[in-house]
Each structure stands twice: as structure tokens, then as C-alpha cells.
Nanobody, 128 residues
Framework: QVQLVESGGGLVQAGSSLSVSCAAS????????MGWFRQAPGKEREFVAA????????YYADSVKGRFTISRDNALNTMYLQMNSLKPEDTAVYYC?????????????????????WGQGTQVTVST
């Protein structure tokens, strides 16, 4: 079976840093895009960042540019999101996802069901 498993969430203070991970298994993702989404209570799921697995090209939402960095480790088949200068509005459940088509990641927050693979999410809470 194909699985995406997030880890590393937690409670941090505003201005601090946190890194979350997404471990992929069950198939090769070499031809895929992988990315991060987040969803706060009462709000729509939104795109955060994506990476093309083959060459490492990255894509970011405007709200996190300059603060968050997406990366991957090919040997570990794991994707990471390094989050710096965290703000209370970053509080959300963070999900990883994968699809062979980039546009599905760019717009997948609006219609999550179109994404081929999803993890279960990890909670990130940023206190004031």
C-alpha cells in the first residue's frame, strides 16, 4: 500500500522554528510532485509548498515565502518543511500530498479529493 506519514508537529511560541517531515512508502515518487498543505479550524485547506521530486524545483505560497523551506531526501524517501519565524496564523494541521500533476497540488486545497495521495496530517500550534 502507498502511505504518506507526517511527523514533527507540536506547540511552539511565535517567532520560533519547527520542522515537519513526510515519509513516503509503497511506490516510487520519482516522477511526482510532492507538497504541503495546511488547514486551520473553520478554514479551507490551503497550499503551502511543493517540490518536484526529480530535480528539486520548489514552489511556495506567498504567505510563507522567505520563512518556509521545502526539501527532500532521496535516500530516505522523505520530504521536509522547515518553518521559521512562525506566526499564530500558521497554526493548522499540516498535510503532505503527492500527485504526478503540479496543477493538482497548486489548487488541491480547494478540492482535496483530486490529489492522488494524502497523509493524515500533523498538528502545528503557534502560541502568541
Amino acid at each position: 500500500q502507498v502511505q504518506l506519514v507526517e511527523s514533527g508537529g507540536g506547540l511552539v511560541q511565535a517567532g520560533s522554528s519547527l520542522s515537519v517531515s513526510c515519509a513516503a512508502s509503497g511506490r516510487s515518487f520519482s516522477n511526482y510532485y510532492m507538497g504541503w498543505f495546511r488547514q486551520a479550524p473553520g478554514k479551507e485547506r490551503e497550499f503551502v509548498a511543493a517540490i518536484r521530486w526529480s530535480d528539486g524545483n520548489t514552489y511556495y505560497a506567498d504567505s510563507v515565502k522567505g520563512r518556509f523551506t521545502i526539501s527532500r531526501d532521496n535516500a530516505l524517501n522523505t520530504m521536509y518543511l522547515q518553518m521559521n519565524s512562525l506566526k499564530p496564523e500558521d497554526t493548522a494541521v499540516y498535510y503532505c500530498a503527492a500527485d504526478i500533476l503540479l496543477w493538482k497540488l497548486r489548487y488541491g486545497g480547494r478540492t482535496p479529493s483530486v490529489l492522488e495521495y494524502w497523509g493524515q496530517g500533523t498538528q502545528v500550534t503557534v502560541s502568541t
